[in-house]
């Protein structure tokens, strides 16, 4: 199993980032994914997770209504699309596998994660 993240980066408050996540070595249609974050200093949070067939999305309360999960099982790729940007967004964010179909299934592989720095 493979996950790579890309897309992060430095970006101001109320700007927009795109983070995408390539998964290899599985059978990527048949899990569920999910994105997770963690700051300095603070708790890793879930920041958003969805279905293997992409029909159901789950979000932190953190970010609902900013941040939206998606994937293409074509590519083979999960992507969270991040908008309104505060600071307290700055963390580096994590792909991960689910273990099962549903988005309530068990994280089993995690990404090597990827830093957001939202800052002016």
């Known amino acids: 199993v493979q996950l790579v993240e890309s897309g992060g980066g430095l970006v101001q408050p109320g700007g927009s980032l795109r983070l995408s996540c390539a998964g290899s070595?599985?059978?990527?249609?048949?899990?569920?994914m999910s994105w997770y974050r963690q700051a300095p200093g603070k708790e890793r949070e879930r920041v958003a997770r969805?279905?293997?067939?992409?029909?159901?999305?789950d979000y932190a309360d953190s970010v609902k209504g900013r941040f939206t999960i998606s994937r293409d099982n074509v590519k083979n790729t999960v992507y969270l699309q991040m908008n309104s940007l505060k600071p307290e967004d700055t963390a580096v964010y994590y792909c991960?596998?689910?273990?099962?179909?549903?988005?309530?299934?068990?994280?089993?592989?995690w990404g090597q994660g990827t830093q957001v720095t939202v800052s002016s």
């Open positions: 070595g599985f059978t990527f249609s048949s899990y569920a």
């Open positions: 991960t596998k689910r273990g099962g179909s549903s988005y309530s299934s068990a994280v089993d592989f």
């Open positions: 969805i279905s293997s067939g992409g029909g159901s999305t």
